[in-house]
Structure formats: structure tokens, C-alpha cells
């Protein structure tokens, strides 16, 4: 009995894989695959352009800062406690 319940459980396994989507199916998934992947990493890079154009105005603005520190002329008390 249990020789005959492997048999039919090899059979039916074959059968379930030789079932499996055709050549044009197959393609069709690939190029579908193709183009998410496509659209992704054109997502990836517009987001890195955009965090390097916020990198570049966040340098520039603090570039601007120091600037603007070094030319002010401020005298410092004796006691006086404060940061720059």
C-alpha cells in the first residue's frame, strides 16, 4: 500500500511540473521583471540627484555662515561667557 501511495504522490508531482506556465508565458514574466527593476533603479537614481542638490544647498548655506561670522567684529568681555 504504501509503494502505491508513493507512486501516485511521484506521479502527481510530475504531472503538477510538467503543468508549469509556456516559453511566451515565461517571457512575458521576464520582461515585466525587466521593467520593474528598470523603474526602480531610475527611482533610486532620481532620489539620490535630489539628495546630493540638498547637499550642495546645505553646503552652500553654510558656506554663506562662516562668511558672514568672519566678517563680523565683536569685542570680547572679560567674564563673558558665550559660543560661537
Avoid at 514574466?29 to 542638490?53: K, R, T
Avoid at 540638498?54 to 553646503?59: C, M, N, R, S, T
Amino acid at each position: 500500500m504504501r509503494k502505491l501511495f508513493t507512486l501516485l504522490i511521484v506521479a502527481s508531482m510530475f504531472g503538477i511540473v510538467a503543468c508549469g506556465p509556456s516559453a511566451e508565458e515565461n517571457a512575458a514574466d521576464a520582461a515585466d521583471a525587466d521593467a520593474m527593476a528598470n523603474e526602480m533603479f531610475e527611482a533610486a537614481e532620481d532620489a539620490m540627484e535630489e539628495v546630493v542638490a540638498e547637499e550642495v544647498v546645505a553646503e552652500e548655506v553654510v558656506a554663506e555662515e562662516v562668511v558672514a561670522e568672519e566678517g563680523e567684529e565683536h569685542v570680547h568681555v572679560e567674564g563673558e561667557e558665550h559660543t560661537h
